[in-house]
């Protein structure tokens, strides 16, 4: 998270950055004070977040970060330009191509097609979620060991894709890995290699 | 005598074996960092107002609303009022805030107003009379005419009927007639009626015709004769990590850039110049790059709009990455090329004419004139290519340029001739190998693999699937050239006093395996494993390699590192010779020791022999080329078949692939893993153009309709099908040396795709990509 003068909050908010770690310190009652305000539309109660940034909190790979964001920052560039978490990448910017893909509570999203305020709730695990230290997980040695990656901007989604599909898939067909992975897209042409990974290993001792 | 040669088969630990990449771990895990995921405290966000039209002059631009935004550190007009601009998306104003969303906000608080202008953006074949202005001439459009030897009857017919919108001297007039113009047009400029005006340019540029033998009576006399219409569309480079730069200023005149580049040795100069610092106070970093296809060569205007505003922001680091629009709006793409081609054989299937005219378009530039007829020189020719400007963000090299669009033109043509004379398409192209001068022998020994792995013979049928039912299956093949000499490339080799060894490159990985070659050809040179070496790219404080394009890395920096660890190697000998008493050159770098070829038991482990060189760590200095270090590694000119086996609805125009295949040859290969990699992803990303790609522009607005990534679609993994590849490697191929292998196999999938087309529904769909409307279109024109 990032600590220098250029992403403090938005004055215009009410929350300073020491008062929003002050208050986010105290404790479960506080989301009541600091929660969204309601409005009645179209006979729903709808969360109304803003004008300008807002406390936010993201349970990512197992830790609580905050930040102060405005309710359009997506979860995608809420991890990478505020919690450094860079290996979920942008490329279409609007949920074509996978390369954003991480697990929020289980399943696979776009991330850049979800917003960091719609985010809270949820278990957040990216791919720097997957491994602990330097060891790679098996589905990413199988990566490595089948060439399953050129420039490699499109991987760390792709393994993210394809470790989720593969605990849902164990034993895939052909047929299973044409449509359990045809979410994420590759420009330099690592299918092939992906589809051995597929069809060659098992992701057992993989976190999710 | 260092033996700077590249080893036997025999003595190759680990040349040419399948190595896993040495970076892949770094990237399957997330951690590999690129430009656009540098990310320092204080980086301020550049976003850029873009022109919304394709032909506009700036009249009046307003930033003061912008600059008064909260979070709004600096604002740069890139192109200021009085430009006249060409394309859409093309840069006016750069803006950098605290954050994305204040640099967006200050874009939107920015008030540009334009004169309109009128565009053009169509790259449909060309008017017949094009060449042929409707206003008067201005001196261009004479000198034009006269370039393209357009027939005198018919500049004089023009100057006649439009008049000139120049007054041309005696002097002028003179220099003509000396250059070549006719005594009849000089008197006809002369004579002409001064008209006011001449600003109907053309946007059609046509090359002079080329003639090669007498193709008339070579087509009058020949046996059979086709004639077809065959092309590629504009497609775009759709790197997955866009385009940028971020700069900081970390002095007066000092720089440090991270860039999203082909060229890290060559990126200082093109910055340093606009800026008016030196070169050598800018240093470029860059470790990992998300693709870049021969578009990522230079800073670009967005790269230098992030030197502007960190200037104007105190020097506190400004990065802007293009949002994936404008990616595939003005960040490069791959001209059109369509041909009117016709090809004629002798009764007994040899080539013995060919004509063509060609046109395409490469943006405001107009676009590169394909290589016709490819690979085969026919001994009668008449050629001519007619460039289309088009208001759109420029043509940038794409992988083998022009290459894809000839192969498109010619194995089209071939097969179709091929289809009239009823001929099996293989035997054909085997019947005119001659043609193909030195790589005959390549593909002679290519096509019977190629076939045999595509069980060619079992599944070939003449042209049109008789078999009942809407799905068609059909077969075609193409072949492919390409240079792919190593570029130059230097490198420092560094073996340290603990047997560790690093090296420096200015180099970088595309995700080519670069990283992992160099380390191979080191390890394998010094006999020692490849985890001993240590690897230091991506900067520009490194000794200087060139750019990656073309094919000319691997060839460079595996010549030059081998270079530097023979000279290495040698010098280690000499320390070492007196303690095994015996002469350097009797010693061998094998399995981590230093021994005594003819008694291996006298040897010493790697790191007892760098111990002999004392305290201090030893450099040397590798090159490419180096004359005075013969032989040459590396080498150009590769030759590859590929064969393509499709499956096509009728009913619905859907093209699905079955299989494809390549063989391809690289000379001696380091990697054969990777180099199999670079040959498969050359497949799939054929099979996207082939059937996927295209950047399309609206004629009304000249605004791209699809620069994005769901309608400007890639293929998937669910479209590729079964892929085989083989590399030609042993005698005949090791030996010529290391030879780039980026763009040749890019080459043929999308000929060798048309023609599986066209042999499965018995028409020929004339242009890439083979979309359904196209299919059915033809499939309705072959049947009225």
Same mark, same amino acid.
């Given at each position: 998270m990032k600590d220098d003068d250029t992403r403090r909050p938005d004055p215009s908010s009410g929350v300073t950055r020491r008062d929003f770690m002050k208050i986010s310190g105290i404790g479960v009652a506080v989301p009541?004070?600091?929660?969204?305000?309601?409005?009645?539309?179209?006979?729903?109660?709808?969360?109304?977040?803003?004008?300008?940034?807002?406390?936010? =909190?993201?349970?990512?790979?197992?830790?609580?970060?905050?930040?102060?964001?405005? @309710?359009?920052?997506? &979860?995608?560039?809420?991890?990478?330009? +505020?919690?450094?978490? =860079?290996?979920?990448?942008?490329?279409?910017?609007?949920? $074509?191509?996978?390369?954003?893909?991480?697990?929020? !509570?289980?399943?696979?999203?776009?991330?850049?097609?979800?917003?960091?305020?719609?985010?809270?709730?949820?278990?957040?695990?990216?791919?720097?979620? &997957?491994?602990? /230290?330097?060891?790679?997980?098996?589905?990413?040695?199988?990566?490595?060991?089948?060439?399953?990656?050129?420039?490699?901007?499109?991987?760390? /989604?792709?393994?993210? $894709?394809?470790?989720?599909?593969?605990?849902?898939?164990?034993? @895939?067909?052909?047929? !299973?890995?044409?449509?359990?992975?045809? /979410? +994420?897209?590759?420009?330099?042409?690592?299918?092939?290699?992906?589809?051995?990974? $597929? &069809?060659?290993?098992?992701?057992?001792?993989?976190?999710? | 005598m260092s033996e700077y040669q590249w080893p036997d088969p025999a003595t190759r630990p680990l040349l040419g074996k399948r190595i896993s990449r040495v970076d892949g771990p770094a990237k399957v895990s997330g951690r590999a960092k690129y430009t656009y995921d540098y990310n320092p405290n204080g980086l301020l966000a550049g976003k850029i107002l873009r022109c919304p039209y394709a032909h506009a002059r700036i009249t009046s631009i307003d930033t003061s609303a912008a600059e008064k935004m909260p979070g709004v550190k600096a604002v740069h007009v890139i192109q200021g009022p009085g430009t006249e601009l060409f394309w859409a998306g093309d840069e006016v104003v750069g803006v950098a805030a605290i954050d994305e969303q204040a640099a967006e906000d200050a874009i939107r608080a920015i008030k540009v107003q334009y004169e309109v202008l009128p565009h053009f953006v169509s790259d449909a074949e060309p008017p017949k009379n094009v060449g042929i202005n409707t206003g008067p001439l201005s001196q261009d459009d004479f000198e034009e005419l006269e370039d393209n030897q357009v027939p005198d009857e018919q500049v004089i017919a023009t100057i006649n009927k439009n008049g000139i919108s120049f007054h041309p001297s005696e002097k002028y007039l003179k220099a003509s007639q000396e250059s070549g113009v006719s005594a009849k047009v000089i008197q006809a400029l002369r004579a002409a009626k001064y008209v006011e005006g001449g600003a109907t340019r053309s946007p059609y540029k046509k090359t002079a015709v080329q003639k090669q033998g007498e193709p008339d009576k070579a087509f009058a006399s020949a046996a059979s004769v086709s004639e077809g219409l065959y092309g590629a569309s504009c497609i775009t480079h759709c790197c997955l990590e866009t385009h940028g730069m971020a700069s900081e200023w970390t002095g007066e005149k000092e720089m440090v850039v991270h860039v999203s580049t082909q060229n890290v040795s060559g990126m200082a100069p093109q910055i340093a110049e606009p800026l008016g610092i030196p070169a050598g106070n800018i240093q470029v970093l860059e470790q990992y790059v998300g693709g870049g296809f021969g578009s990522k060569w230079g800073p670009d205007r967005w790269g230098m709009t992030t030197a502007h505003l960190s200037k104007a922001a105190g020097g506190k680091p400004v990065k802007i990455m293009l949002e994936r629009a404008a990616e595939q709006q003005v960040a490069g793409m791959r001209p059109s090329g369509y041909g009117r081609a016709k090809i004629a054989a002798d009764k007994d299937g040899k080539f013995v004419a060919w004509e063509s005219t060609s046109w395409g378009t490469g943006g405001m530039g107009g676009g590169g004139t394909p290589p016709l007829p490819y690979i085969f020189d026919i001994p009668n020719q008449r050629k001519q290519n007619i460039a289309i400007a088009t208001n759109q963000g420029s043509a940038r090299a794409w992988r083998a340029p022009t290459h894809p669009q000839a192969a498109v033109i010619t194995m089209g043509a071939i097969e179709d001739l091929a289809a009239k004379m009823n001929m099996d398409p293989v035997e054909l192209i085997t019947r005119n190998l001659e043609? =193909?001068?030195?790589?005959?022998?390549?593909?002679?020994?290519?096509?019977? *693999?190629?076939?045999?792995?595509?069980?060619?013979?079992?599944?070939?049928?003449?042209?049109?699937?008789?078999?009942?039912? @809407?799905?068609?299956?059909?077969?075609?093949?193409?072949?492919?050239?390409?240079?792919?000499?190593?570029? +130059?490339?230097?490198? !420092?080799?560094?073996?340290?006093?603990?047997?560790?060894?690093? *090296?420096?490159?200015?180099?970088?990985? &595309?995700?080519?395996?670069?990283?992992?070659?160099?380390?191979?050809?080191?390890?394998? =040179?010094?006999?020692?494993?490849?985890?001993? *070496?240590?690897?230091?790219?991506?900067?520009?404080?490194? @000794?200087?390699?060139?750019?990656s394009g073309g094919s000319t890395t691997t060839g460079g920096v595996s010549a030059s590192t081998r270079r530097a660890a023979v000279d290495a190697r040698e010098r280690l000998f000499a320390k070492v010779a007196p303690v095994l008493k015996a002469k350097p050159e009797e010693l061998e770098a094998v399995d981590a020791t230093v021994r005594v070829k003819s008694d291996p038991s006298r040897s010493l482990s790697w790191k007892e022999a760098c111990s002999k060189l004392g305290a201090m760590p030893m450099t040397v200095h590798g090159k490419n080329p180096d004359k005075s270090k013969t032989p040459d590694l590396t080498n150009s000119g590769v030759g590859g078949v590929q064969m393509a086996d499709v499956s096509v609805d009728i009913e619905t125009g859907i093209v699905r692939m079955n299989k494809m295949v390549a063989v391809q040859d690289c000379g001696l290969i380091i990697d054969l893993k990777t180099a199999e990699s670079q040959v498969l992803g050359a497949l799939i990303m054929g099979i996207s153009y082939a059937l996927y790609e295209e950047k399309i522009l609206d004629p009304v607005t000249g605004r791209m309709l699809n620069p994005n990534m769901e309608f400007y679609r890639l293929a998937g993994i669910s479209d590729i099908g079964e892929m085989k590849v083989h590399m030609m490697t042993g005698k005949d191929y090791d030996e010529r040396g290391v030879i780039g292998l980026a763009e040749p196999p890019v080459i043929s999938p999308g000929a060798a795709i048309s023609n599986a087309v066209a042999n499965a529904i018995g028409v020929r769909v004339p242009f890439l990509p083979l979309t359904p409307d196209r299919v059915l279109a033809a499939l309705q024109g072959g049947r009225s």
């Amino acid at each position: 998270m990032k600590d220098d003068d250029t992403r403090r909050p938005d004055p215009s908010s009410g929350v300073t950055r020491r008062d929003f770690m002050k208050i986010s310190g105290i404790g479960v009652a506080v989301p009541l004070v600091l929660g969204p305000k309601m409005v009645e539309a179209a006979g729903e109660e709808v969360a109304v977040h803003g004008p300008g940034k807002v406390p936010i =909190t993201l349970n990512v790979n197992g830790k609580n970060l905050m930040a102060q964001l405005e @309710p359009r920052v997506t &979860l995608l560039d809420a991890l990478r330009d +505020n919690f450094n978490l =860079t290996g979920a990448k942008r490329v279409c910017d609007r949920g $074509a191509c996978g390369a954003c893909t991480v697990l929020m !509570d289980g399943k696979t999203v776009y991330a850049c097609a979800v917003l960091a305020v719609d985010a809270q709730s949820a278990k957040i695990t990216t791919i720097e979620g &997957l491994t602990q /230290g330097d060891a790679l997980t098996p589905v990413m040695q199988a990566f490595v060991d089948h060439d399953a990656q050129q420039c490699g901007f499109c991987t760390p /989604g792709f393994l993210v $894709a394809t470790t989720h599909f593969l605990e849902s898939h164990p034993n @895939p067909t052909k047929e !299973d890995i044409r449509r359990g992975l045809s /979410g +994420n897209y590759c420009r330099c042409g690592t299918y092939n290699g992906i589809r051995a990974v $597929a &069809l060659a290993t098992k992701p057992q001792g993989s976190a999710s | 005598m260092s033996e700077y040669q590249w080893p036997d088969p025999a003595t190759r630990p680990l040349l040419g074996k399948r190595i896993s990449r040495v970076d892949g771990p770094a990237k399957v895990s997330g951690r590999a960092k690129y430009t656009y995921d540098y990310n320092p405290n204080g980086l301020l966000a550049g976003k850029i107002l873009r022109c919304p039209y394709a032909h506009a002059r700036i009249t009046s631009i307003d930033t003061s609303a912008a600059e008064k935004m909260p979070g709004v550190k600096a604002v740069h007009v890139i192109q200021g009022p009085g430009t006249e601009l060409f394309w859409a998306g093309d840069e006016v104003v750069g803006v950098a805030a605290i954050d994305e969303q204040a640099a967006e906000d200050a874009i939107r608080a920015i008030k540009v107003q334009y004169e309109v202008l009128p565009h053009f953006v169509s790259d449909a074949e060309p008017p017949k009379n094009v060449g042929i202005n409707t206003g008067p001439l201005s001196q261009d459009d004479f000198e034009e005419l006269e370039d393209n030897q357009v027939p005198d009857e018919q500049v004089i017919a023009t100057i006649n009927k439009n008049g000139i919108s120049f007054h041309p001297s005696e002097k002028y007039l003179k220099a003509s007639q000396e250059s070549g113009v006719s005594a009849k047009v000089i008197q006809a400029l002369r004579a002409a009626k001064y008209v006011e005006g001449g600003a109907t340019r053309s946007p059609y540029k046509k090359t002079a015709v080329q003639k090669q033998g007498e193709p008339d009576k070579a087509f009058a006399s020949a046996a059979s004769v086709s004639e077809g219409l065959y092309g590629a569309s504009c497609i775009t480079h759709c790197c997955l990590e866009t385009h940028g730069m971020a700069s900081e200023w970390t002095g007066e005149k000092e720089m440090v850039v991270h860039v999203s580049t082909q060229n890290v040795s060559g990126m200082a100069p093109q910055i340093a110049e606009p800026l008016g610092i030196p070169a050598g106070n800018i240093q470029v970093l860059e470790q990992y790059v998300g693709g870049g296809f021969g578009s990522k060569w230079g800073p670009d205007r967005w790269g230098m709009t992030t030197a502007h505003l960190s200037k104007a922001a105190g020097g506190k680091p400004v990065k802007i990455m293009l949002e994936r629009a404008a990616e595939q709006q003005v960040a490069g793409m791959r001209p059109s090329g369509y041909g009117r081609a016709k090809i004629a054989a002798d009764k007994d299937g040899k080539f013995v004419a060919w004509e063509s005219t060609s046109w395409g378009t490469g943006g405001m530039g107009g676009g590169g004139t394909p290589p016709l007829p490819y690979i085969f020189d026919i001994p009668n020719q008449r050629k001519q290519n007619i460039a289309i400007a088009t208001n759109q963000g420029s043509a940038r090299a794409w992988r083998a340029p022009t290459h894809p669009q000839a192969a498109v033109i010619t194995m089209g043509a071939i097969e179709d001739l091929a289809a009239k004379m009823n001929m099996d398409p293989v035997e054909l192209i085997t019947r005119n190998l001659e043609l =193909t001068g030195k790589r005959a022998g390549t593909y002679r020994d290519e096509l019977p *693999i190629a076939a045999e792995l595509m069980e060619w013979k079992k599944k070939w049928h003449p042209r049109g699937d008789q078999t009942p039912g @809407p799905v068609k299956r059909g077969l075609g093949l193409s072949m492919h050239t390409w240079g792919g000499r190593g570029h +130059n490339s230097d490198c !420092d080799l560094t073996v340290h006093p603990d047997g560790s060894v690093e *090296i420096k490159m200015g180099t970088q990985d &595309l995700g080519t395996g670069c990283r992992t070659v160099i380390i191979i050809v080191a390890a394998d =040179t010094l006999g020692i494993p490849m985890e001993n *070496i240590k690897l230091f790219i991506g900067d520009s404080r490194y @000794p200087v390699s060139g750019g990656s394009g073309g094919s000319t890395t691997t060839g460079g920096v595996s010549a030059s590192t081998r270079r530097a660890a023979v000279d290495a190697r040698e010098r280690l000998f000499a320390k070492v010779a007196p303690v095994l008493k015996a002469k350097p050159e009797e010693l061998e770098a094998v399995d981590a020791t230093v021994r005594v070829k003819s008694d291996p038991s006298r040897s010493l482990s790697w790191k007892e022999a760098c111990s002999k060189l004392g305290a201090m760590p030893m450099t040397v200095h590798g090159k490419n080329p180096d004359k005075s270090k013969t032989p040459d590694l590396t080498n150009s000119g590769v030759g590859g078949v590929q064969m393509a086996d499709v499956s096509v609805d009728i009913e619905t125009g859907i093209v699905r692939m079955n299989k494809m295949v390549a063989v391809q040859d690289c000379g001696l290969i380091i990697d054969l893993k990777t180099a199999e990699s670079q040959v498969l992803g050359a497949l799939i990303m054929g099979i996207s153009y082939a059937l996927y790609e295209e950047k399309i522009l609206d004629p009304v607005t000249g605004r791209m309709l699809n620069p994005n990534m769901e309608f400007y679609r890639l293929a998937g993994i669910s479209d590729i099908g079964e892929m085989k590849v083989h590399m030609m490697t042993g005698k005949d191929y090791d030996e010529r040396g290391v030879i780039g292998l980026a763009e040749p196999p890019v080459i043929s999938p999308g000929a060798a795709i048309s023609n599986a087309v066209a042999n499965a529904i018995g028409v020929r769909v004339p242009f890439l990509p083979l979309t359904p409307d196209r299919v059915l279109a033809a499939l309705q024109g072959g049947r009225s």
